[in-house]
């Protein structure tokens, strides 16, 4: 029985891989949250891990004194996690969590000799170069579970050997894709995705388009390619999830229903596809599919995205931390909508870039970026 270990078990990636486990019959011995601890006592009860981790200190305690099942260890904060993350037995660390705390427990599971399911953008991001050098000097798979890298992943199989002329990622184009103006924009607004049920944080992601700015810096290095080979098209319908244009002029797209349990599966079964009760395409129904050009000028987090890697060095993490900043800001009422570009390309403005990084230089830039951006939305 395969052995798997969830990081961030209790949000909407988390929650979906643990029905995927469950459908598969896979072991899971280890889950982790933040701080929603009525959740994971739920899944503890489901699933029946050997550990769990709390993030949060006080959380941790929490569960630990109301916790009925007393076999499962309870650990708290980012040793916790990396605990999760290094489990023995583990085959796989599916790591679903949300922002920079990720690249640690990443590094902890390559090391640790577990193949990695990722969703955590940001350990890419921030430190992609770092990370793809580690997988392999530690003969490593990460399997992406965002459903445009899984798309071009699966577009890949078989094609290995053949020259990419360019990626066409995709985007649903969030809520606001035929806006001519972000002014007035409310946190309800921007939480009303049209296709996808996701975290907080990565919804407004795609609102802004920060998401597909994120992914575009993923996919180079997930996929080794120049950033001037990678495309962003707008294709509302989501029944796209990526194309790879090779040079013979010849294009493989992977499509499907927008369901992120697809995804996950298949980097959780790969090289096999497994029978499953998901939602499949009917062509009769799902009507015309569109594609249309993003506007880099009202979409600023996706130019600066571009900006970024384009760039390199630190600039990607500088750009990360300082969007999180601004999201949570805007989350809690305290900027508006469009303040939230202003806000990141301030910072990576500010910010002196350093090339021929370590992961030392990559955590410093990120605290750099986000203490900067504190300072701005005070101000």
Same mark, same amino acid.
């Given at each position: !029985?395969?052995?798997?270990?969830?990081?961030?078990?209790?949000?909407?990636?988390?929650?979906?891989?643990?029905?995927?486990?469950?459908?598969?019959?896979?072991?899971?011995? #280890?889950?982790?949250?933040?701080?929603?601890?009525?959740?994971?006592?739920?899944?503890? $009860?489901?699933?029946?891990? +050997?550990?769990?981790?709390?993030?949060?200190?006080?959380?941790?305690? /929490? @569960?630990?004194?109301? @916790?009925?099942?007393?076999?499962?260890?309870?650990?708290?904060? %980012?040793?916790?996690?990396?605990?999760?993350?290094? %489990?023995?037995?583990?085959?796989?660390?599916?790591?679903?969590?949300?922002?920079?705390?990720?690249?640690?427990?990443?590094?902890?599971?390559?090391?640790? =000799?577990?193949?990695?399911?990722?969703?955590?953008? /940001?350990?890419?991001?921030?430190?992609?170069?770092?990370?793809?050098?580690? #997988?392999?000097?530690?003969?490593?798979?990460?399997?992406?579970?965002?459903?445009?890298?899984? #798309?071009?992943?699966?577009?890949?199989?078989?094609?290995?050997?053949?020259?990419?002329?360019?990626?066409?990622?995709?985007?649903?184009?969030?809520?606001?894709?035929?806006?001519?103006?972000?002014?007035?924009?409310?946190?309800?607004?921007?939480?009303?995705?049209?296709?996808?049920?996701? =975290?907080? +944080?990565?919804?407004?992601?795609?609102?802004? !388009?920060?998401?597909?700015?994120?992914?575009?810096?993923?996919?180079?290095?997930? *996929?080794?390619?120049?950033?001037?080979?990678?495309?962003?098209?707008?294709?509302?319908?989501? %029944?796209?999830?990526? !194309?790879?244009?090779?040079?013979?002029?010849?294009?493989?797209?992977?499509?499907? /229903?927008?369901? !992120?349990?697809?995804?996950?599966?298949?980097?959780?079964?790969?090289?096999?596809?497994?029978?499953?009760? *998901?939602?499949?395409?009917? *062509?009769?129904?799902?009507?015309?599919?569109?594609?249309?050009?993003?506007?880099? +000028? @009202? *979409?600023?987090?996706?130019?600066?995205?571009?900006? #970024?890697?384009?760039?390199?060095?630190?600039?990607?993490?500088?750009?990360? =931390?300082?969007? $999180?900043?601004?999201?949570?800001?805007?989350?809690?009422?305290?900027?508006?909508?469009?303040?939230?570009?202003?806000?990141?390309?301030?910072?990576?403005?500010?910010?002196?870039? +350093?090339?021929?990084?370590?992961?030392?230089?990559?955590?410093?830039?990120?605290?750099?970026?986000?203490?900067?951006?504190?300072? @701005? %939305?005070?101000?």
């Amino acid at each position: !029985m395969k052995g798997i270990s969830v990081l961030g078990s209790t949000g909407s990636i988390g929650t979906q891989a643990l029905e995927v486990c469950e459908n598969l019959g896979f072991d899971v011995l #280890a889950l982790t949250t933040n701080v929603r601890i009525d959740i994971l006592e739920k899944q503890i $009860e489901k699933f029946k891990p +050997k550990i769990v981790a709390v993030m949060n200190d006080e959380k941790a305690s /929490e @569960l630990k004194k109301n @916790l009925k099942n007393k076999n499962v260890e309870v650990l708290a904060g %980012i040793d916790g996690i990396n605990s999760a993350a290094s %489990i023995d037995g583990a085959d796989t660390i599916l790591n679903a969590l949300v922002g920079n705390i990720g690249l640690e427990p990443t590094l902890k599971a390559i090391r640790n =000799g577990k193949n990695v399911a990722l969703a955590n953008k /940001e350990t890419l991001v921030t430190a992609g170069e770092l990370v793809i050098k580690e #997988a392999k000097k530690f003969n490593i798979k990460i399997y992406p579970i965002d459903s445009e890298h899984s #798309a071009i992943f699966q577009c890949l199989q078989g094609n290995e050997n053949n020259k990419i002329a360019k990626i066409h990622l995709t985007a649903s184009g969030g809520p606001f894709k035929d806006y001519t103006s972000f002014d007035g924009i409310t946190v309800k607004d921007a939480l009303n995705h049209p296709n996808w049920t996701m =975290g907080r +944080k990565i919804t407004i992601d795609s609102a802004t !388009m920060m998401n597909k700015g994120l992914e575009v810096i993923e996919a180079k290095w997930l *996929f080794d390619v120049d950033v001037g080979k990678i495309n962003v098209v707008i294709h509302p319908q989501s %029944i796209i999830h990526s !194309m790879v244009e090779f040079e013979d002029g010849a294009v493989i797209a992977q499509l499907g /229903e927008p369901d !992120m349990r697809v995804p996950i599966q298949y980097a959780l079964t790969y090289p096999e596809r497994v029978k499953n009760n *998901f939602p499949k395409v009917n *062509f009769f129904d799902c009507g015309n599919l569109t594609f249309q050009k993003p506007d880099l +000028k @009202l *979409f600023r987090c996706l130019a600066l995205a571009f900006d #970024a890697i384009k760039t390199g060095g630190t600039l990607p993490t500088v750009l990360n =931390g300082a969007n $999180e900043i601004a999201v949570g800001a805007f989350l809690d009422g305290k900027i508006q909508f469009s303040d939230i570009p202003e806000l990141i390309e301030k910072a990576m403005y500010a910010y002196n870039i +350093k090339y021929n990084y370590s992961f030392a230089d990559v955590f410093e830039a990120d605290l750099w970026a986000r203490n900067y951006t504190k300072t @701005l %939305i005070l101000r």
